[in-house]
């Protein structure tokens, strides 16, 4: 049992510990917030009864082995150097920075420490991600792949503030956001995961009244084949997720939270589902496999991990680029 410690206190907090709990593996036992109200108010729901103001308070609780880090993405990196250098290991939710040489910055401190940081990309921990993964690579199901579209385009409703002439923190260039890294990372991770970092990769983004990306079309190309991505946080899709290959297509419902998996063979014609069950909780997954990661001191599968953070950013910070998406961090 990792006693652990969180720092941010929205949805995806509470997602997280419920799931972390549920494995058997975590116990909330602490948490931070820059006020005590707002860190009382949601460690109540808890039942925890030790609170953190400072991150400097956090980073000396004895008690703590492990803190989940889900602050406003600007905040990543500071939040991890403190908690890194106290050698505690750190779960960090997707961007874990603004920058690759943060990112870079953060590896190295966690090896220096001897302690695990790991970006929390929940669905590539999914069971039927793994099965995909194993019918694409292992069975070679469809043959030889010829290309991929993956969506993930949901209206948003901190759009409406930026209609308003609002900058919420998730379409802020100053906090380090935009569809690219909220939305389109999971698409991006989902097809890193599965083919490999791209040879290259483009982007056509619509950029809205605040400077960041609301939406767009990413294409990853990996020279024999490409993928192309509709992410949107402006507008929203229900297209499904599709690879093709020379045996067939197969169709996904989503890149995230999937349940099915139907493969149609081209030629009998016949479809077939190829998808389990999946777990109630949808971050339970990934807790139990941090946690094992972290318990067995299993180097390889962090390192395989680390190498994925690697290849996204790299990826999205290319993306970012090229459109002139640049964030307050980078101008330091």
């Not at 953060?106 to 993964?133: M, T």
């Not at 192309?228 to 939270?257: F, M, R």
């Amino acid at each position: 049992m990792l006693n652990f410690g969180i720092i941010g206190t929205n949805w995806i907090t509470d997602s997280f510990i419920q799931s972390a709990q549920a494995s058997g593996k975590w116990k909330l036992a602490a948490v931070y917030s820059r006020t005590e109200e707002a860190a009382r108010t949601f460690a109540d729901k808890y039942s925890v009864k030790t609170l953190h103001t400072t991150i400097e308070s956090l980073t000396s609780d004895s008690n703590i082995q492990a803190v989940y880090i889900a602050s406003p993405n600007s905040h990543h990196y500071e939040h991890a150097v403190s908690l890194l250098k106290a050698k505690k290991h750190v779960i960090i939710e997707k961007p874990a920075t603004s920058t690759v040489a943060e990112l870079d910055h953060l590896f190295s401190l966690a090896k220096e420490n001897k302690v695990y940081l790991i970006e929390a990309f929940r669905h590539i921990q999914e069971c039927n991600f793994h099965l995909l993964r194993d019918v694409l690579l292992k069975e070679k199901k469809l043959g030889t792949i010829f290309g991929a579209s993956f969506t993930y385009a949901s209206y948003s409703s901190r759009y409406n503030n930026v209609l308003a002439g609002e900058v919420p923190n998730v379409f802020s260039l100053d906090f380090s956001g935009g569809c690219l890294v909220d939305i389109g990372v999971y698409p991006i991770a989902f097809a890193v995961a599965l083919f490999g970092k791209p040879k290259s990769q483009t982007y056509a983004p619509y950029i809205c009244a605040t400077g960041v990306d609301a939406g767009g079309f990413v294409t990853l190309n990996y020279g024999d084949f490409g993928v192309q991505i509709n992410q949107s946080k402006c507008y929203s899709s229900s297209a499904p997720s599709e690879i093709y290959g020379e045996n067939g297509t197969i169709a996904l419902n989503a890149t995230t939270d999937i349940d099915s998996i139907k493969f149609t063979n081209r030629k009998t014609k016949q479809t077939q589902e190829l998808a389990g069950p999946k777990v109630e909780l949808n971050l339970q997954e990934e807790a139990e496999e941090f946690a094992r990661i972290i318990n067995d001191n299993d180097q390889q599968a962090a390192q395989k991990l680390e190498q994925l953070s690697r290849d996204i950013i790299a990826v999205t910070t290319d993306l970012r680029k090229q459109n002139s998406i640049v964030y307050k961090a980078e101008k330091k």
